[in-house]
């Protein structure tokens, strides 16, 4: 079937068995993003020690993409430099917007080129980057945290650049 | 224009002679196929109706003949199109039980009819003392209850915050009903307005405004109603309702967006002060100041949606020709028959009344793995979208409720006078199989 494409076996795997769950300390920033349209929600923590991805931890809900999603992003950042693990996000976030023209580099974004499927599907583009998001948000006000808090996110969360699909 | 020809000439309508299949002839989109082949399995009207043919029609022929703009000039044009918006007021009137076509007030939705109750009521602090039935401020109260849509919820958050009045609601029961057990402890004599859902979107609950009523004029308090699901589903009668003010929406009655109504009862928009200021709402206007126009016009501030009007007008006169009685009586039939059918997909959860009774067509549920684990609403839509079967997932603009059954989201399945039990079959297998693929 054609949804195969996004419902990827690793993305299930991930969704069903998801890393790095659970809130913990120690932390140098915390941020709760949602999407309004369909109730995701994600309280999501970093600490970040010599402009390294020391730990991110998080507790969410949501459907089966944005639980992978959140998985595979911290299993991915934890352990790389900042700089670098924000290159990934322009790398995910660019897939994600691709709409089903670009399948990802696989040695750069491991298992999160799986998702590569879900870009072919406007409504759940915003799923797959929730926890993205956060991450992305948190790390900011971790690294500069008086910088941060002049660039808080949208007041949805969700990245503004991403089609509105569902009215609430 | 003859609007309800094609409806009369296809089909026999009233009880006894409701024929669904006739009915979905005159909605054209219904015989539309989806994802290449599949016939599309529409379940998500509490969202939106579809359109029947009269509808497009109406709207067509007003542009192709009569556009112009309305209670101005007095050209042949202008006066035709003045005569189809009027039109549509008395028409809606009748269809509400209303007998006086100024109580009908046109507005963009239900939120803007909502909405503008909400400010009429902030800005009578500084109007004269005609308003006082209207004014609010600390210390006083608004009711409304925790099944509320956003648009009969957040207009009220924002009353309380500019005027310093206090917010309280009736709770829920587990079956998704009104807690009326404490009900004189909710509304006391603090109350100035009670706004609550005459059915829910999300719940399919259908309240007992009767007793909300009663209790609301012991105190004095201003009653409003949200029949934004009600109004397209069920014969509607305001003075049996017993409401000071009903809002309703157009696109969910078959009309096109963009078109809602606020009624009132006459004596008390006589003294309401107006919403937005503009064009068509004013009797004098200098530099200095401005006297207001009488209701209906004094909330109808500017070009209104002429053409959406109209299309309201054919919406009314085609579910009246059906009859709102067979209409009722027919979803009636069909979410019995769903409730029984969802009944078979094993550990799932209905979010709102289990059974048939006070209930309309919209039934929200939550459904699980074989290993008991909840699968996200998102999931099932999509999986649901797959086999050509729209359904509404999310927290359907009443996240409140979402938190009371502690649920992040639901599935919601709405119907309406197009719906079949074939779909509701289809709705069902689609769930088995969106079970199947979360179970592997």
Redesign the interface.
């Known amino acids: 079937?054609?949804?195969d494409s996004?419902?990827q076996e690793i993305i299930?795997d991930h969704y069903r068995n998801p890393l790095h769950r659970g809130l913990r300390d120690p932390f140098d920033a915390e941020v709760h993003h949602v999407n309004p349209?369909?109730?995701?929600?994600v309280t999501l923590r970093v600490k970040v020690s010599d402009g390294v991805v020391e730990d991110v931890s998080y507790e969410s809900?949501?459907?089966?993409?944005?639980?992978a999603s959140a998985s595979v992003m911290s299993d991915l950042v934890i352990g790389k430099k900042v700089d670098e693990a924000l290159e990934l996000e322009r790398e995910f976030l660019a897939l994600m917007q691709s709409r089903g023209t670009a399948e990802g580099n696989e040695d750069v974004l491991e298992d999160a080129v799986a998702f590569a499927g879900v870009s072919k599907?406007p409504a759940?583009v915003k799923?797959a980057l929730l926890s993205w998001m956060a991450w992305k948000d948190a790390t900011a006000k971790a690294v500069d945290p008086a910088a941060a808090t002049g660039a808080a996110p949208t007041p949805a969360g969700a990245p503004l650049d991403v089609p509105e699909q569902?009215?609430? | 224009m003859t609007l309800t020809e094609s409806l009369v000439a296809g089909g026999t309508p009233g009880a006894a002679g409701f024929d669904v299949e006739q009915v979905r002839k005159d909605f054209p989109i219904l015989a539309r196929t989806v994802?290449d082949d599949l016939p599309l399995v529409y379940l998500d009207s509490a969202?939106t109706s579809q359109k029947p043919l009269a509808v497009l029609d109406a709207e067509r022929a007003y542009y192709e003949l009569h556009n112009a703009n309305v209670h101005r000039g007095i050209h042949v044009l202008a006066e035709e199109a003045t005569g189809l918006y009027e039109a549509t007021r008395d028409k809606v009137a009748a269809f509400i039980g209303a007998t006086d076509r100024r109580e009908v007030v046109f507005t963009k939705n239900s939120t803007e009819a909502l909405n503008l109750v909400a400010y009429a009521m902030s800005n009578a602090e500084t109007t004269g003392a005609e308003a006082q039935r209207f004014r609010i401020g600390p210390g006083d109260e608004i009711v409304i209850t925790e099944m509320e849509h956003?648009s009969n919820l957040v207009p009220w958050q924002m009353l309380a915050r500019r005027t310093g009045a206090t917010l309280r609601w009736i709770g829920l029961t587990d079956d998704g009903r009104l807690n009326l057990d404490n009900l004189d402890a909710v509304i006391t004599d603090r109350a100035k307005v009670v706004s609550m859902v005459h059915q829910s979107n999300i719940l399919g609950t259908v309240n007992p405004v009767a007793r909300i009523v009663a209790r609301a004029r012991e105190v004095g308090a201003l009653t409003v109603l949200d029949g934004s699901q009600s109004v397209p589903h069920m014969p509607i009668d305001v003075a049996a309702l017993g409401v000071d003010f009903l809002a309703f929406t157009g696109h969910k009655m078959c009309a096109p967006t963009g078109v809602g109504v606020l009624w009132g009862r006459h004596e008390l928009l006589e003294v309401m002060p107006p919403f937005l200021g503009g064009g068509e709402m004013i009797e004098i206007v200098t530099m200095e100041g401005s006297t207001y126009a009488a209701p209906p016009h004094r909330f109808e501030a500017g070009t209104p949606m002429i053409s959406q009007v109209v299309g309201l007008g054919a919406a009314v006169d085609y579910l009246t020709a059906l009859g709102m009685p067979a209409i009722a009586e027919h979803e009636h039939a069909i979410t019995g028959y769903a409730l029984d059918a969802l009944a078979t997909v094993p550990a799932t959860r209905i979010i709102g009344p289990p059974t048939d009774i006070d209930r309309g067509g919209a039934i929200s549920f939550v459904l699980h793995d074989d290993a008991g684990r909840a699968i996200?609403?998102?999931?099932v839509g999509?999986?649901l979208d797959?086999r050509g079967i729209a359904v509404r997932?999310?927290?359907?603009?009443a996240?409140p409720v979402?938190l009371r059954f502690g649920v992040?989201?639901t599935t919601r399945a709405s119907f309406h006078l197009y719906t079949t039990t074939g779909e509701v079959d289809a709705l069902v297998e689609g769930l088995h199989g969106v079970r199947r693929?979360?179970s592997?």
């Open positions: 079937m054609k949804l996004m419902y299930l349209t369909c109730g995701d929600e809900e949501g459907c089966s993409i944005s639980q599907y759940r799923c569902e009215k609430p | 994802h969202a956003h996200h609403p998102h999931d999509q999986l797959e997932v999310g927290h359907h603009c996240r979402c992040p989201a693929f979360f592997r």
